[in-house]
């Protein structure tokens, strides 16, 4: 197939519409429409639709009438778990690992296990029919030349019906590509909105997960890479940084490759943390540990490699010894987190052996970080994870992490595919990396 060159011409605004289930681009830039999705009513007759007014969110009540304000400070107070889903459905390819397959296994699994609000009321809180991302938002990460060309090519992927768009990478695109990029996108920066909302009625507020697809930190300014599009997490942490004023943001990335589309972003930026665990050697081949940013950003990208075979007790190790005195010492105002279940034991695309159990640790570490730093403010991105039983049980594991119960990791995990792991070589990485940061 031809491959996607992204041409130099000026961007062209849009506007979403729901066709089909869908989104079509014309005329104006600024989205004015709702988009369509399912209607779920919680709580007292109110639907959690966020729809964009060019300030915020708004919601729906009951009879549809719009009210021009953010989630209700009750919904918002009762809850322990936000969270979007954007499953991209006309995003696919045959026998692809970033299938359109994956956030329906997610959402089936916590259905499964009673995580869904029909079974936890006001404690878990789906934001339904949220906007896309703008094209400003998103150009606040990405050319703009990149931006229109992949939206000047989805008139050829209608036609042909699938194109690559990375070159002689493995980045896919459809005629939907584009706008379910952008509705991924602005998953995230409602959940940004709607969590920076809750940490103003207390101290403990709702932690946000973006289920979205296609994931996002593989993605460079200039272009797509390695299944991704647009960098979602990249994109809400400028948003939160322009809307909201919070000005120092931690990036959290524990995606078994390295998040190089995040690193570009932000690597000369001192605000910005970046902090990628990844498996040595892995795709894309970058994240080395000497890369610590450039410029005023120097010292704020850290990067640790992890020898193949890296488990749990090596990532307890980093987290105890790199993560959180990380964190600590940069002092965030809100914690982002690329979170890629690829470094799963059983996952096909790479070779770490990490367990549900390890999942749930993290989300457990990272949620009482965020407590300790900034306010609780906290929203986890998906990223990677490609075998479908351990990424849902993965990802519902973590929602029980956010609700503070009992791991069920044990019904999952299965110690005879274990062995040990290269504890001397993942000690030596740990003690490098906190001398070349001085932690």
Not at 176 to 205: C, H, N, R
Not at 310 to 329: N, T
């Amino acid at each position: 197939m031809e491959r996607l060159r992204i041409p130099p011409v000026p961007i062209l605004g849009g506007r979403m519409v729901p066709f089909l289930r869908h989104y079509r681009v014309f005329g104006t830039h600024r989205p004015l429409l709702q988009t369509a999705g399912r209607n779920q009513n919680l709580n007292g007759g109110w639907s959690a639709q966020c729809v964009a007014n060019g300030s915020g969110t708004s919601v729906s009540d009951g009879n549809g009438a719009r009210k021009d304000s953010a989630l209700p400070d009750s919904l918002l107070r009762d809850a322990r778990v936000l969270y979007c889903a954007s499953p991209a459905m006309g995003h696919n390819k045959e026998s692809h690992p970033e299938s359109n397959k994956r956030v329906p296994a997610i959402v089936d699994a916590l259905e499964k296990l009673e995580l869904t609000p029909k079974h936890r009321g006001s404690q878990v809180l789906e934001i339904q029919n949220f906007y896309p991302a703008s094209l400003d938002d998103v150009a606040r990460v990405h050319s703009r030349t990149y931006i229109t060309g992949l939206e000047k090519a989805m008139s050829r992927a209608s036609d042909e019906g699938l194109i690559f768009i990375e070159g002689t990478g493995p980045t896919y695109a459809t005629h939907t590509t584009f706008q379910e990029s952008l509705l991924s996108a602005g998953a995230g920066i409602t959940l940004v909105d709607s969590v920076v909302a809750a940490s103003k009625l207390g101290p403990s507020p709702p932690l946000g997960f973006a289920l979205v697809r296609p994931p996002g930190h593989h993605a460079v300014p200039e272009g797509p890479m390695g299944f991704c599009v647009f960098g979602n997490i990249a994109v809400a942490a400028r948003y939160a940084q322009h809307q909201h004023g919070l000005k120092r943001v931690m990036i959290i990335d524990f995606d078994v490759h390295h998040g190089n589309g995040t690193c570009d972003a932000f690597y000369d930026d001192p605000d910005i943390f970046f902090l990628s665990t990844h498996q040595l050697g892995s795709y894309p081949g970058t994240g080395k540990m000497n890369l610590i940013g450039q410029g005023s950003g120097e010292g704020t990208t850290l990067n640790l490699p992890l020898p193949g075979g890296s488990g749990d007790y090596s990532m307890r190790c980093a987290f105890d010894e790199v993560i959180a005195p990380s964190a600590q010492r940069f002092k965030p105002d809100i914690i982002l987190v690329s979170a890629g279940y690829d470094a799963h034991v059983l996952d096909p695309l790479a070779g770490l052996q990490f367990t549900t159990g390890t999942f749930y640790m993290l989300a457990s570490s990272i949620k009482e970080l965020a407590r300790e730093l900034c306010g609780g403010r906290c929203v986890f991105f998906l990223e990677g994870g490609y075998n479908l039983q351990s990424l849902s049980s993965s990802v519902a594991d973590t929602f029980r992490a956010f609700l503070d119960e009992p791991s069920l990791a044990a019904q999952f995990n299965d110690p005879a595919v274990l062995y040990e792991e290269p504890t001397r070589r993942i000690k030596e990485a740990i003690e490098k990396v906190r001398h070349l940061h001085s932690l």
